[in-house]
Nanobody, 123 residues
Framework: VQLQASGGGLVPAGGSLRLSCAGS????????MGWFRQAAGKEREFVAG????????YYAESVKGRFTISRENAKTSVYLQMDSLKPEDTAVYYC?????????????????WGQGTQVTVSS
């Protein structure tokens, strides 16, 4: 599966952004999807994951209650709604896919990656 993320931008603290990730291929609906992020000078970290049905989701503790992951298989897309943004959410955000790694927070278990989209939250 090929992935392309979009929707990043500059937003003030407390604001919202919605990231989108478009997938290609007829098998998109069979992949679990996730979002990771990488802040400058830091390692890439897990943000959120969703199973192929869209019924099971899990989040990093740092974003739980503020971010919501969703998907539309008919549109081969996955989304990340980010509310109550904080300056520490500033990072490049990546969407990722996996067939066997759902439930993992380790990027090594997610073999398919889109290019990143920059999110900057101003204080």
């Amino acid at each position: 599966v090929q992935l392309q993320a979009s929707g990043g931008g500059l937003v003030p603290a407390g604001g919202s952004l919605r990231l989108s990730c478009a997938g290609s291929g007829r098998t998109f609906s069979t992949y679990a999807m996730g979002w990771f992020r990488q802040a400058a000078g830091k390692e890439r970290e897990f943000v959120a994951g969703i199973d192929w049905t869209g019924n099971s989701k899990y989040y990093a503790e740092s974003v739980k209650g503020r971010f919501t992951i969703s998907r539309e298989n008919a549109k081969t897309s996955v989304y990340l709604q980010m509310d109550s943004l904080k300056p520490e959410d500033t990072a490049v955000y990546y969407c990722a896919g996996t067939l066997t790694g759902f439930g993992s927070r380790q990027q090594q278990r997610w073999p398919y990656w889109g290019q990143g989209t920059q999110v900057t939250v101003s204080s």
